[in-house]
């Protein structure tokens, strides 16, 4: 009891010399800009050499709650296409409707109550603590080496916001057809980090390509934080180059129901999707960006490009002009 009570007073008498010791020990970047402290831990020390992550990373888990010494869960590859089965459309289903397909029916019935116990047997902080328990940053799954197959990938749901340009409202239904795209879906600073990861080291070598683009998607289902990024408005656009304002959105859209299809198991986390031309997705990852996964996506994506281009050939070939094919003007 007494040394509690010491170590209390000495927090109250040098609080600022407390609050930088825990900024340096939750900060995910390292304490010299060469140099990164190596990590603590044999077993975190490890774990970062076998899946080449930055010591930084390694040395942030080290200091986590979970204990050093400790083993880090093995994470396992993703072994299930995302998506939604049904195409995605810009009709927007009636409340009736929608009670009408709830509950009048058995089996979405079931589904719900599913859904809802699920919900209530999750705590407030469980993404959060997700992120500084197992020592991953998040990441619950392993991006998988090759493309999703076609014929059993699933649909990307649609999803709207209003982007970072004109504040023009726009649909992902819209804005991906016909083309192939990195998108990235982001709602917090770690989860824009993660992102990053992935983004940067592919973009470059792709950003010329007549089919591909590149697209960002700030969801904040919460009113408050969504005030909050609209207050900001203009500092985000000044850290996004202008001819990504298009591209980028802003989304308040409830995706309770779309979490658990998208493999979006934690809301801090940023997650990284290629989406082919037929709004299907063919390739997913999420949280901190690996060595094997950036080859899988720079492999994927170069595929899924070579494909699009001979598809795009041979509906030139059997139309006799050189033109690419028009797409429907309500599509556009």
């Known amino acids: 009891m007494l040394s509690r009570q010491l170590s209390i007073r000495t927090f109250l008498r040098h609080p600022q010399c407390h609050l930088r010791a825990y900024r340096r020990a939750y900060s995910t970047k390292s304490d010299s800009d060469t140099t990164p402290a190596p990590p603590r831990s044999p077993a975190v020390a490890r774990w970062a050499s076998e899946n080449e992550l930055d010591p930084s990373v ?4 080290s200091t986590a709650r979970n204990p050093p010494d400790r083993p880090i869960p093995t994470l396992r590859v993703l072994d299930r296409p995302l998506g939604v089965r049904e195409r995605p459309t810009l009709e927007k289903q009636s409340r009736i409707q929608r009670f009408k397909d709830i509950w009048l029916n058995e089996e979405t019935i079931l589904v719900e109550r599913k859904h809802l116990i699920k919900q209530l047997n999750k705590g407030y902080y469980t993404d959060a603590v ?4 197992p020592g991953h940053m998040g990441k619950t799954w392993i991006a998988p080496e090759v493309l999703i197959r076609e014929d ?43 992102t990053k990861s992935f983004v940067n080291a592919v973009h470059p070598r792709f950003e010329s390509h007549p089919l591909y683009q590149r697209m960002h998607i700030n969801i904040q289902e919460n009113i408050l934080k969504a005030l909050v990024v609209n207050m900001f408005l203009r500092n985000l656009r000044a850290k996004v180059p202008k001819e990504l304002h298009g ?68 509906g030139q070939l059997e139309q006799g002009t050189e033109t690419p094919p028009q797409v429907d003007a309500s599509l556009q």
Not at 160 to 174: C, I, S, V
Not at 289 to 304: D, I, P, Q, R, Y
Request: hydrophobic share 40%; proline share 2%.
């Open 130 to 133: 997700s992120i500084i328990h």
């Open 58 to 61: 390694a040395r942030w888990a």
């Open 247 to 314: 591209n980028c959105l802003l989304s308040t859209q409830n995706m309770e129901y779309l979490r658990e299809p998208m493999g979006l198991i934690n809301r801090m986390v940023g997650y990284v999707f290629l989406i082919d031309e037929n709004l299907k997705i063919r390739w997913a990852a999420g949280g901190d960006a690996t060595m094997a996964e950036l080859k899988a996506l720079e492999s994927c994506l170069s595929v899924l490009l070579k494909r699009a281009e001979e598809k795009q050939k041979k």
């Open 152 to 194: 059993k990938a699933l649909y990307l749901p649609n999803i709207k916001g209003k982007d970072l340009d004109k504040g023009e409202q726009k649909h992902t239904t819209l804005m991906c057809f016909g083309k192939i795209t990195l998108l990235s879906i982001e709602s917090t600073e770690l989860s824009v980090l993660q």
